[in-house]
């Protein structure tokens, strides 16, 4: 296929992108640092910045399908209320501007998978597993996902098949665990807050097989939870990293930390969901790391 994709330097495309290119799908990027993208691949993906720079490529293919990965790091600052805005506009900008491309071409592709994330579903302190059918509760991370899955939902006028990735913790050597690995490492790590709070993840290797799932299956289309089956409290997630290391984790973190940090934002490390990938399970794929304990063994 030729796959447009944008969020090209994120830590997921940084996985998911030679996977496909092995596969031998031609990679055609959206990257607001176009220098940053030849420096991970080279000439095997193509790059540009802008729906201007787009049109002015020299005979370009096809496009066949639309991954969308751009997005600020979520939890990368305090959210103050103009980061907030900046979270969103870069996802609802990102994904409008690729509604509008798609528009005018005159071959559509044929699917556009596009990443929101299990903030969809609103902060759930209860034990209950949540599948794509529950119903969220009220907050920002709900609003961010909700209107970032309709916009590009938008794409279904066009004839196109959409499938919206409901992300949970990615682990591998980026993302989530790169903030914790000193600490942790140095045996300063523990709990956080009560350790009640669910962790829904899904290794990095996993993340990317169920984004290609999809993208071949044509059958696939709507919102999926991408976290593995068994979802694990705080208190059981930071041990079973501690031991993975081989240092304790002894070390509980209150709760005004996260909040001096993030402000509003501590909601994602003290609140949490309990997340079940029901329809993926029911289309057949099988997850190579359903424990964590064996996701943590190979990071």
Same mark, same amino acid.
């Given at each position: 296929? &030729?796959?447009?994709?944008?969020?090209?330097? *994120?830590?997921? @495309?940084?996985?998911?992108?030679?996977?496909?290119?092995?596969?031998?799908?031609?990679?055609?990027?959206?990257?607001?640092?176009? !220098?940053?993208? %030849?420096?991970?691949?080279?000439?095997?993906?193509?790059?540009?910045?802008?729906? =201007?720079?787009?049109?002015?490529?020299?005979?370009?293919? +096809?496009?066949?399908?639309?991954?969308?990965?751009?997005?600020?790091?979520?939890?990368?600052?305090?959210?103050?209320?103009?980061?907030? @805005?900046?979270?969103? &506009?870069?996802?609802?900008?990102?994904?409008?501007?690729?509604?509008?491309?798609?528009? !005018?071409?005159?071959? +559509?592709?044929?699917?556009?998978? /596009? %990443?929101?994330?299990?903030?969809?579903?609103?902060?759930?302190?209860? =034990?209950?597993?949540?599948? $794509?059918?529950?119903?969220?509760?009220?907050?920002?991370?709900? =609003?961010?996902?909700?209107?970032?899955?309709? $916009?590009?939902?938008?794409?279904?006028?066009?004839?196109?098949?959409?499938?919206?990735?409901?992300? *949970?913790?990615?682990? *591998?050597?980026?993302?989530?665990? %790169?903030?914790?690995?000193?600490?942790?490492?140095?045996?300063?790590?523990?709990?956080?807050?009560?350790?009640?709070?669910?962790?829904?993840?899904?290794?990095? $290797?996993?993340?990317?097989?169920?984004?290609?799932?999809?993208?071949?299956?044509? !059958?696939?289309?709507?919102?999926?939870?991408?976290?593995?089956?068994?979802?694990?409290?705080?208190?059981?997630?930071?041990?079973?990293?501690?031991? /993975?290391?081989?240092?304790?984790?002894?070390?509980?973190?209150?709760?005004?930390?996260?909040?001096?940090?993030?402000?509003?934002?501590?909601?994602?490390?003290?609140?949490?969901?309990?997340?079940?990938?029901?329809?993926?399970?029911?289309?057949?794929?099988?997850?190579?790391?359903?424990?964590?304990? +064996?996701?943590?063994?190979?990071?």
């Amino acid at each position: 296929m &030729n796959i447009l994709l944008t969020g090209a330097s *994120g830590f997921i @495309a940084q996985f998911l992108i030679p996977r496909l290119l092995c596969k031998g799908h031609q990679l055609l990027a959206w990257s607001q640092s176009k !220098n940053t993208c %030849a420096q991970l691949y080279g000439k095997q993906v193509e790059c540009f910045a802008s729906l =201007d720079d787009y049109w002015q490529l020299a005979n370009s293919p +096809k496009i066949d399908a639309v991954i969308n990965l751009a997005g600020a790091g979520i939890a990368d600052q305090c959210w103050s209320e103009s980061r907030k @805005a900046e979270l969103l &506009n870069s996802r609802i900008s990102t994904t409008k501007n690729l509604i509008e491309l798609i528009s !005018n071409l005159d071959c +559509k592709p044929d699917v556009l998978l /596009s %990443a929101s994330a299990i903030g969809f579903y609103g902060s759930h302190l209860e =034990d209950e597993p949540l599948d $794509e059918s529950a119903a969220p509760q009220q907050g920002f991370t709900h =609003d961010l996902c909700s209107s970032w899955e309709a $916009e590009a939902s938008q794409a279904e006028e066009y004839g196109i098949r959409v499938c919206l990735l409901r992300t *949970g913790i990615v682990l *591998g050597p980026g993302g989530a665990l %790169a903030k914790m690995r000193l600490p942790f490492s140095m045996g300063l790590g523990g709990r956080v807050g009560s350790g009640k709070q669910w962790m829904s993840w899904i290794h990095i $290797e996993d993340e990317a097989r169920a984004i290609e799932f999809l993208l071949e299956n044509k !059958n696939a289309k709507g919102a999926f939870n991408l976290t593995a089956p068994n979802a694990v409290q705080n208190v059981e997630f930071t041990r079973l990293y501690a031991e /993975s290391l081989r240092r304790p984790a002894i070390f509980p973190l209150p709760e005004i930390i996260p909040k001096l940090m993030l402000g509003e934002g501590a909601e994602l490390l003290l609140e949490g969901q309990r997340i079940y990938p029901r329809k993926l399970l029911e289309m057949g794929f099988q997850f190579r790391y359903e424990e964590l304990a +064996k996701a943590f063994s190979t990071l």
